[in-house]
């Protein structure tokens, strides 16, 4: 039997109802597969513990979450605690203490979801965006003087490193050519940016040499805006820059039908440390408590993380077990215009794999 170490971390607001949903998706599964045990241990950290012990995460957490496998995060967030103090206190020391430099996040439309574009369904969109994880805009590098006063100056310095955009280029290469289309684009803002994302461009050429059979093109980051917009079946794997894909994910999940779905997987491509996988949508303090948030991004990233780990049979059989839920389309959550709960929803996931015939 083939036994990994899940470390669950709900953290904040729904964070907590969807991981527990895709902890018992995650159950059904296991007991239906028979290779493989999930050895999970859930940790209390998140914005309650910082109320308790004034940070959010134990002073050794680093050291207890390495010897784990995967680790499955919900969300942090808090209308109490300033969004930088929760972020930099468990996500980012997470994936820059983990080097998980490299964040995949799909957007596809599954099928019986309903997009917000015309005409655009399951065969029109079907992305992964890179997102660069490990340095750019959220490198924290900066400061403030003369606090308060007019004269008040704060810098707010993006670090690319040559060795941090070639590792995710050559990611994003490996990530295009493992599809069908074998397409990529990358995306700067070389125009009025002219050193760090001139450096990308170049860096991107050079890379490119080693993967001819992947088609590589170059887009402006607002123009990348339209282009999903408006010709999203010309976008296969998209590569970018910490904030950059932070802001393409997004508009990918809306265009996707819902942030309800969208997962995402923050690796350690180099399997030094364990890699951390969660869903976009955050902690959604607006509709904490309702039992009524979409757990289908907690379950994709369920998928992912198996998929991480080498079940590729496992993720599978959970990936087609969502899509025939949506397919049937009778057991949605309000982000998708039904009015099922998200017990229903895990319900029908559960059964979707037990009655399942491959
Ligand atoms: C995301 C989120 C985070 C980010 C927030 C919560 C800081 O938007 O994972 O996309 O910007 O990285
Ligand atoms: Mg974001």
Redesign the pocket.
Known sequence: MREYRIAAIPADGIGKEVIAAGLDVLRVLEEREGGFRLAVETFPWGSDYYRRHGRMMAEDGLERLRVFDAIYFG???DPQIP?HVT?WGL??PICQGFDQYA?L?PARILPGIKGPLAGCGPDDLDWIII?ENSEGE?AGNGGRVHRGLPEEVATETAVFTRTGVARIMRFAFETARSRPRKKLTIVTKSNAQRHGMVMWDEIGAEIAAEFPDVAVDKELVDAMTTRMVLKPQSIDVVVAT??HA?IL??LAAALAGSLGIAP?ANLDPSRRFPSMF?P?H?SAFDIMGKGIANPIASFWTGALMLDHLGEKGAAARLMAAIERVTAAGSVLTPDLGGSATTRDVTEAVCDALRTANT
């Open positions: 969300a942090v967030g969004d972020l996500r980012l964040n996040r997102r959220y910490n904030l932070d994910s997004d995402t969660e976009i955050g």
